[in-house]
C-alpha cells in the first residue's frame, strides 16, 4: 500500500502561506506552494485542522465537521486543493478530531444529545464525579450551573469530551468520515487516538508513577482511567471499516501519544489504524544509543506486517532542528538521514526540510495557552519581510523567526539541507536500497548504524569525535558531506563528527 514508505508532510495551515494578506496561512495560499511539496516529493500532505474553530486550542476545538474555518477559505477552496494535490500525485489527509469538540458546536447545546457527552451529577461534597485532571492542568470536570452537573474535558473547558460508548456518536463521525472521503480526501490523521473511549465506571486515576512522563508528573497523576483505554482499538476498528468502503483505500494515521511502546503495540492491530504516531522515537534524546534503542524495540515488538510511523517535529513539539540538534546544520543532516532511512512511514512537519527552528515567541505575541507557539510559527519561503509567508508589512498571526534558513536560498544550493531532504526522499522512492526490514549493527559509541534488508547501511556519527567503521564495503550513496556521494568503500567507513552516510553494501 502506498503508506508503507511514505513521507507525509504535515502542514500547519495557519502558517504555511497567506494569498490574502491578513497575516494567517489559507487554503489558496497552500495551493500556490503545492510545486515546492511535488518537487520535494513527498507523498501526501496532513493539513492541522481546517475545520470552523474558536480557536481557543487553535483548529482542535471544532464546531462544525463539515465545512473549513473561513480564515483558511471555503469548501470550494478545499475541493480545489485535492484536484490541485491530485495534479501533482499528492494525497490530502485532514486533522480529524473526534475525541472532543468545541463548547460551542451545536451538539453541546442540544438537549436530545446530551449523552452524546459525559455529564455527571457531583459527589455529595459537590466536587467532581472523580478525581481525573485535564492535560492542559486543572479538573477535568466542570460544573454548568445551569443544570447542576459535570460535564468532562481532558483538553480545556472549551472542549468537551464526546461519549464514545454512545453508538449515536460513532454513527455521527461514520457520517462525517464518508463526507470527507467521497471529497476525495486520502485520509485522516486522527486527534486524540489513544483517548477516545473512558472507563465505564469512570475509575478514579492512580498517582503518577516513579520516573512517569513529564506531562504525567505535572498533573501528579497516571491518566489510567481516561486515556489509553483498549476500547479505543473498536473504534479504530469501525473507522477502517469506513475506510475500506472507498477505493483507494482511506488512511488512518492515529494520534496515538503514548509513551511506553509496548502501549503502542496495543492500538497496532491489522484492521484498526495503518499507522500510529511513535512518541517515544520523538521524545528519545538525540543520543546514539537512545534512538538506536528505541527503534530496536519498536521493530521487536511491532507485530508482522505493520508499518511503523516516524516523526521528530510538529505542532505539539519543538521543532527537532532545536530540540535535537541545537541549530546545528550537522546535526540537522543526520536527523533527516535517520528520520527518511528507518522502514516504513514517516512524517516530515512543515520547515524540517529546511532545517528551520523553533522560534521564542515573546509574551505579548503569544497566542498558545500551553507555550506551543516556538514550533508553530510562519514558514520561511524567502529573505525578504513577510518571508514569503505573507506580505511585506503585514503583521503575521505569529512572529517570523530567523530567515537565514529559507525555502529560495536553499533550493539550488546542492549543499543545502532541501537539497539533502529532496535527495533523500527520492533514494528512498527510486533506490531499492531503502527497503525491507530493519537490521541493528553493533557499533561504537555515539554511532548509530543499521542495514536495511534490501542493501542499504546507514550510519550516523552523533558524537563530537571522528570514528572509523570497519568491515564497510560498497559504496555511499548519499551523505550529510555531499562531496562523498558516490565513494566507494574498501573496508573502512571513516565518519567525521555529526556526519551520516546511507550507504549500499
Ligand atoms: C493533540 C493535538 O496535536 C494538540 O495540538 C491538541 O491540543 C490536543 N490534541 C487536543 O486536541
Request: glycine share 8%; hydrophobic share 40%; proline share 8%.
Amino acid at each position: 500500500m502506498w503508506w508503507e514508505n511514505a513521507v507525509l508532510y504535515q502542514v500547519y495551515p495557519r502558517s504555511y502561506a497567506d494569498s490574502n494578506a491578513d497575516g494567517i496561512g489559507d487554503l489558496p495560499g497552500l495551493i500556490s506552494k503545492l510545486d515546492h511539496l511535488e518537487w520535494l516529493g513527498v507523498d501526501a500532505v496532513w493539513l492541522s485542522p481546517t475545520f470552523p474553530s474558536p480557536n481557543h486550542d487553535w483548529g482542535y476545538d471544532v464546531s462544525d465537521y463539515y465545512d473549513v474555518h473561513p480564515d483558511f477559505g471555503t469548501l470550494a477552496d478545499m475541493e480545489h486543493l485535492i484536484v490541485e494535490a491530485e495534479r501533482r500525485d499528492l494525497r490530502v489527509l485532514l486533522d480529524l478530531v473526534p475525541n472532543h469538540t468545541s463548547d460551542v458546536h451545536p451538539w453541546f447545546h442540544d438537549l436530545e444529545k446530551r449523552d452524546w457527552y459525559l455529564w455527571r451529577d457531583p459527589k455529595p461534597d459537590g466536587s467532581p464525579p472523580n478525581n481525573w485532571k485535564s492535560v492542559f492542568g486543572g479538573d477535568a470536570w466542570t460544573l454548568d450551573p445551569a443544570s447542576g452537573q459535570y460535564y468532562l474535558h481532558n483538553f480545556l473547558p472549551e472542549q468537551p469530551d464526546l461519549d464514545w460508548w454512545n453508538e449515536d456518536v460513532r454513527v455521527a463521525f461514520d457520517d462525517i468520515s464518508r463526507f470527507w472521503f467521497e471529497r476525495g480526501v486520502a485520509g485522516f490523521r486522527i486527534d486524540v487516538a489513544h483517548a477516545l473511549v473512558k472507563d465505564r465506571e469512570l475509575r478514579d486515576n492512580p498517582s503518577a508513577r516513579p520516573n512517569e512522563s513529564p506531562a504525567w508528573a505535572r498533573i501528579g497523576q497516571w491518566p489510567k482511567y481516561n486515556m489509553g483505554r483498549p476500547e479505543a482499538v473498536d473504534v479504530h476498528r469501525r473507522m477502517r471499516r469506513v475506510a475500506r468502503e472507498f477505493d483507494p483505500e482511506r488512511l488512518l494515521v492515529g494520534e496515538t501519544y503514548v509513551l511506553e511502546l509496548e502501549e503502542l503495540m496495543t492500538y497496532i492491530v491489522p484492521d484498526g489504524l495503518q499507522l500510529s504516531m511513535n512518541l517515544a522515537f520523538l521524545h528519545a534524546p538525540f543520543v546514539a544509543a537512545e534512538l538506536a534503542a528505541v527503534v530496536a524495540l519498536t521493530e521487536e515488538l511491532m507485530p508482522d506486517g505493520a508499518t511503523p510511523l516516524w516523526h521528530a517535529s510538529s505542532h505539539d513539539d519543538p521543532r527537532f532542528a532545536t530540540r535535537w540538534c541545537d541549530g546545528d546544520e550537522q546535526a540537522i543532516r543526520c536527523a533527516l538521514v535517520a528520520l527518511l532511512s528507518l522502514r516504513g512511514a514517516c512524517i516530515l512537519f512543515q520547515g524540517d526540510e529546511i532545517g528551520l527552528e523553533a522560534l521564542p515567541v515573546p509574551p505579548e505575541r503569544e497566542r498558545d495557552m500551553v507555550g506551543r507557539d516556538a514550533c508553530r510559527t510562519p514558514m520561511v519561503w524567502r529573505d525578504e519581510e513577510g518571508a514569503g509567508f505573507t506580505e511585506p508589512g503585514v503583521e503575521p498571526w505569529l512572529p517570523i523567526g530567523s530567515r537565514d534558513r529559507n525555502v529560495a536560498g536553499q533550493r539550488d544550493d546542492p549543499d543545502s539541507i532541501l537539497t539533502l531532504t529532496r535527495d533523500l526522499i527520492a533514494v528512498r522512492k527510486h533506490c531499492r536500497i531503502l527497503h525491507g526490514a530493519y537490521e541493528p549493527v553493533d557499533a561504537p559509541p555515539d554511532v548509530w548504524a543499521f542495514r536495511r534488508e534490501s542493501g542499504a547501511f546507514i550510519a550516523l556519527n552523533l558524537g563530537d569525535a571522528a570514528v572509523s567503521l570497519e568491515g564497510v564495503e560498497g559504496a555511499i550513496v548519499i551523505g550529510t558531506d555531499r562531496t562523498r556521494d558516490g565513494e566507494g568503500l574498501t573496508g573502512t567507513l571513516e565518519l567525521r563528527p555529526r556526519e551520516a552516510v546511507v550507504a549500499s553494501v
